[in-house]
């Protein structure tokens, strides 16, 4: 069942989006070369605590943690640690959320830390950001869940690869409902699948959040020994963006986005629903 929001209860979910986009400037100022992704989950427990906001991610399913730090290979779900030192070169997506009066909020984002890097690591990143706002622009009344997957996929199959080859969109994992849980019903593929059929259809108060995981390399990833952190097969590298959407009567509104998606979606010629909470 998928769970349809009023306008007062996205407002309320807007709220903790913002909450959700404050972590994310206050950690991507703090990913710098030496610091250990336990100082990165520090710094996401004193904004939510700034805000009077409560994590979602400490304890879900019993996972330790504030956030999820991903370095390099690892896809999602990486366990932040006193042992992980980021350095000059490294990749790391960033994946938090919050909840406020009962609401929640997720996002996910890549940042470079420190400086070198290699073109292919920057436009994959691009590419996988890019796919998002795609699927993001695709959710419109009248569409359905999979217009969404078929935005995102499409985008990534038509960027060139620097060095030939396919991106690899990960296949175990994907977006999916959001609202008073933080996981809920529809699960949102980052591609077509047609024995999935077309999904639900796209109305006023579907709130999802769309997270394209992609690689440079193998769609395919297994879980470490500590039953979370999920890496490639082949040890490539990843990117992961993810935002929290809202359907509205006026349009989309990225409930995570500080400015809820007003600039992206313009180039992208899609109006974004007015903010509730301007």
Known sequence: MVQIKSPEQIAKMRAAGLV???????????????ATTKDLDQVARKVLADHGAKPNFLGYGGFPATICTSVNEVVVHGIPSDEVVLKDGDVISIDCGAIVDGWHGDAAYTA???SGHAPELIELSRVTE??????IAAMKQGNRLVDI????????????KPGGGRYGIIEDYGGHGIGTEMHMDPHLLNYVDRRRGKGPKLVPGFCLAIE????LGTPKTRVLDD?????TTDGTWSSHWEHSVALTEAGPLVLTAPDGGKAKLAELGV????????
Request: hydrophobic fraction near 50%.
């Open 227 to 231: 039953e979370w952190t999920v890496i």
């Open 271 to 278: 109006t974004a629903a007015p903010d509730p909470l301007a």
């Open 130 to 135: 890019e796919s998002m706002w795609a699927g």
């Open 112 to 114: 470079f830390v420190g």
């Open 212 to 215: 394209p995981m992609v690689s």
């Open 149 to 160: 997957s078929r935005a995102v996929e499409t985008y990534i199959r038509r960027q060139p």
């Open 20 to 34: 959700v986009a404050a972590i994310h400037a206050a950690t991507r100022e703090a990913a710098v070369p030496g």
